[in-house]
Nanobody, 118 residues
């Protein structure tokens, strides 16, 4: 069973930076897309950024220009570097790993809280 462990959330002032880390338990398959989603209080979970095992990256409009997703396949780890944070970025951030070919899976981390406030 695939497991994800996240770290790096916290309280930061507007304009500050945070780096989130997500490590996936060892797997023997490739073709896994990893990414970050977030859910603010009272809102639906939304995409922040994803990166395929081949390095193709997708960002939400709100993340473009401020957030950077990166990945090390040898470490089964994905990072989200968040700069120029705004109060609207306050949310629980969830790591996701999915594979759409057999064996398929769609796994979520436990979430890490990010609060942007002065």
């Amino acid at each position: 069973q695939v497991q994800l462990v996240e770290s790096g959330g916290g309280l930061v002032q507007p304009g500050g930076s945070l780096r989130l880390t997500c490590t996936m338990s060892r797997i023997s398959w490739g073709a896994v897309t990893m990414g970050w989603y977030r859910q603010a209080t009272g809102k639906q979970r939304e995409l922040v950024a994803t990166v395929t095992s081949g390095g193709n990256i997708r960002y939400s409009d709100s993340a473009k220009g401020r957030f950077t997703i990166s990945r090390d396949n040898s470490k089964n780890t994905v990072w989200l570097e968040m700069n120029n944070l705004e109060p609207d970025d306050t949310a629980v951030y969830y790591c996701n790993a999915r594979r759409t070919v057999t064996p398929t899976f769609n796994t979520w981390g436990q979430g890490t809280e990010v609060t942007v406030s002065s």
